[in-house]
């Protein structure tokens, strides 16, 4: 597997691999190996991703927000991960600017490209997956105070009783609670 590197701005934090910066250099003919996203010449080498049951099941969760209605969480067949860090610091790799954001900082979230009920839920995630705080299931394309208006995520009716539905059958979730 080829070596994960992450830009070394600090605003900036793309994360990929070597093999598809010489990817991004084969397509746009750039000699220098500088980061795609900013061009910056620096970057520091990665560790692989730490992982665990509950970052495994937080995953599942985005996963599922990703095969629904606007597909939040996807970008061109990428999708978000949540990993930790050594110190069991929970990080996101954002799937459109591939930055890799740290989820417990409380300011302006660099590279993040949701808005905030999406960082909510992913605090939520975080929470989860550092102290096993389940996730309600309306926080899951929640309605507005009239569900007849629609969900805030703009999921609309179906995709969003979807969503809720397969979301609802995950151990993130909170159980015992109608869809
Ligand atoms: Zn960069």
């Known amino acids: 597997m080829s070596q994960r ?9 793309w994360t990929g691999t070597e093999s598809q910066l010489e990817e991004v250099y084969a397509t746009n003919g750039l ?3 500088v ?9 520091y080498q990665l560790p692989e991703p730490k992982t665990n049951k509950r970052v495994k099941n937080a995953n599942e ?6 095969e629904h ?14 990993e930790l860090d050594k110190r069991g610091r929970v ?7 591939k930055a890799r954001v740290y989820t417990h900082y409380s300011g302006k979230w660099s590279g993040f490209h949701h808005g905030g009920t999406l960082r909510d839920l992913v605090c939520a995630m975080r929470d989860y997956i550092t102290n096993g705080t389940l996730i309600p299931l309306d926080w899951i394309a929640p309605t507005r105070c009239n569900p007849e208006n629609g969900d805030i995520w703009g999921y609309g009716k179906e995709a969003a009783a979807a969503v809720r539905a397969a979301a609802a059958q995950l151990p993130i979730i909170k159980q015992g609670e109608q869809a």
């Open 5 to 13: 590197i992450e830009c070394s701005r600090r605003t900036c934090r």
């Open 31 to 33: 000699y220098n190996c």
């Open 35 to 43: 980061c795609p996203k900013c061009g910056c010449k620096s970057y």
């Open 61 to 66: 969760l985005i996963k599922v927000i990703s």
């Open 69 to 82: 209605g606007r597909k939040f969480f996807e970008h061109k067949g990428v999708i978000a991960t949540l």
């Open 91 to 97: 990080w996101l790799v954002d799937e459109y600017s």
